[in-house]
């Protein structure tokens, strides 16, 4: 089931440049999108979400752009700090408390 | 702030026993998830629980799963006889009503290991 995809596995970004993550989804029935950050041995945190009648989401440091037309979401994180160092993953759902299909994810590494 | 709280941290079991894992969503939350993350694979949806009942379940959520929301602030993964294939993170999510019903908040996950 590849309805989500990150074709990323990994990233490596310098310290206080752009980190920008890739989702790419195939299902258009789709209308939320979610971006979350996962630690080792934690669960998965909630970053950031977009709904599909948006293109854009900010919250801080954290922006989601989405191309619905590509079915493709980004996730830039600016500036890239070293405690964002840890794998994101693309969730997307049909809305309305419906279950949440993920990426794989991709580790984002933040080298001083 | 308020976070999902899931115990044990750590379940080793034997295959053929019955485990079951606990959690305590959110204290204002309706909607509770399970989801699983079998190592180096991507986390995938068991089912979803909503007004006491199932609301969605998944191809892997056999006859041998069940949830349960024995009172009012905990909810339960029943796994009836363990296989080694169920070897993997158990996670619990739950969202509320309104505008940040799609948000879905998780726990920290049960590594539970089959043997």
């Known amino acids: 089931d590849q309805q989500v995809k990150q074709n990323s596995p990994s990233l490596s970004v310098q310290e206080g440049r752009i980190s920008i993550l890739n989702c790419d989804y195939t299902?258009?029935?789709?209308?939320?999108f979610l971006w979350y950050k996962k630690y080792p041995a934690e669960g998965p945190t909630f970053l950031i979400s977009i709904s599909s009648i948006k293109d854009k989401n900010e919250d801080g440091r954290f922006t989601v752009f989405l191309n619905k037309s590509a079915k493709h979401l980004s996730l830039h994180i600016v500036p890239s700090q070293p405690g964002d160092s840890a794998v994101y993953f693309c969730?997307?759902?049909?809305?309305?408390?419906?279950?949440?299909?993920f990426g794989q994810g991709t580790r984002l590494t933040i080298n001083p | 702030e308020p976070e999902v709280t899931q115990t044990p941290s750590h379940q080793v079991t034997q295959m053929g026993q019955e485990v079951i894992l606990r959690c305590v969503p959110i204290?204002?939350?309706?909607?509770f998830y399970w989801y699983r993350q079998i190592l180096g694979q991507k986390v995938e949806f068991l089912v979803s629980?909503?007004?006491?009942?199932?609301?969605?379940k998944s191809e892997i959520f056999d006859d041998q799963f069940s949830v349960e929301r024995p009172d009012g602030s905990n909810f339960t993964l029943k796994i009836r006889s363990t296989k080694l294939e169920d070897s993997a993170m158990y996670f619990c999510?739950?969202?509320?009503?309104?505008?940040?019903?799609?948000?879905?908040?998780f726990g920290p996950g049960t590594r539970l290991t089959v043997l």
């Open positions: 999510a739950s969202s509320t009503l309104g505008r940040e019903i799609n948000e879905q908040f």
């Open positions: 299902n258009s029935m789709f209308d939320y």
């Open positions: 969730a997307a759902s049909k809305g309305g408390a419906q279950k949440l299909v």
């Open positions: 629980f909503y007004n006491n009942e199932i609301s969605e």
């Open positions: 204290s204002n939350h309706l909607y």
